[in-house]
């Protein structure tokens, strides 16, 4: 059974900081992987798709990277500004490719100006 | 444009009462889905449609009725709620079941009495 699990559950770190995300998965059969954002009481936000041949994504300032050897994702956030404050998810679509993601629990992350 | 729109953004309803949610897009996706979410966890997958057809129903309560009028709308019928249905529910919409990336909407808040 897949399960996916991000580390730390909280960040808090001063603007201009550049930090990593990271998210886990227990079986590398995996058809891709996507982040989200969310921000408090609204919908998810998709950030990046990475397909199971991908080693990365970038989009701006985010890059994702994925490792299905050793089970792992990291999302990289360069220069942090307050505006990133959200809670972020990361999300695992299955070999069967079904449509049903395995989320992890989020990393709730804070930016101090 | 990558938008899913959701209405009501809030609904407040009795035990006895039937309302439903909305969910549009736009984007020629064939694959719609209803995601449940509770506070401070991630979202769990209700419902999945894929070419207007119920493809997953993840053991929802039947006082949960989706209905999928054609590829760009959906609807989740709500009937006889109980309190702990109380969440914030989410629609999403891909190019095809477990292909490509996951769209969410802003969700529709709602709260049974």
């Known amino acids: 059974k897949q399960e996916v699990t991000q580390i730390p559950a909280a960040l808090s770190v001063p603007e201009g900081e550049n930090l990593v995300l990271n998210c886990s998965f227990t079986?590398?059969?995996?058809?891709?992987l996507q982040w989200f954002r969310q921000d408090p009481g609204k919908g998810l936000t998709s950030l990046l798709l990475?397909?199971?041949?991908?080693r990365e994504q970038t989009s701006g300032r985010l890059n994702a990277s994925l490792d299905k050897s050793s089970g792992r994702s990291t999302l990289y956030i360069a220069a942090s500004q307050p505006g990133d404050s959200a809670t972020y998810l990361c999300?695992?679509?299955?070999?069967?490719?079904?449509?049903?993601?395995?989320f992890g629990q989020g990393t709730t992350l804070q930016v101090k100006p | 444009d990558t938008e899913v729109t959701q209405t009501p953004k809030h609904l407040v309803m009795g035990m006895t009462n039937k309302k439903s949610l909305k969910c549009e897009q736009h984007?020629?996706?064939?694959?719609m889905y209803w995601y449940k979410q509770k506070a401070k966890k991630p979202p769990e997958l209700m419902f999945v449609?894929?070419?207007?057809?119920?493809?997953i129903n993840e053991s929802v309560p039947s006082r949960f009725s989706p209905e999928c009028p054609n590829s760009s709308l959906l609807n989740l019928h709500l009937h006889a709620l109980q309190p702990e249905d109380s969440a914030l529910y989410l629609c999403?919409?891909?190019?095809?079941?477990?292909?490509?990336?996951?769209?969410f909407g802003e969700g529709s808040r709602l709260t049974v009495l």
């Open positions: 990475i397909q199971s041949s991908q």
């Open positions: 999403a919409s891909s190019h095809g079941q477990g292909t490509g990336e996951l769209f």
């Open positions: 999300a695992v679509n299955p070999l069967s490719n079904t449509g049903k993601l395995i």
């Open positions: 449609y894929s070419y207007e057809k119920l493809s």
């Open positions: 079986d590398s059969a995996i058809y891709n």
């Open positions: 984007m020629g996706h064939r694959a």
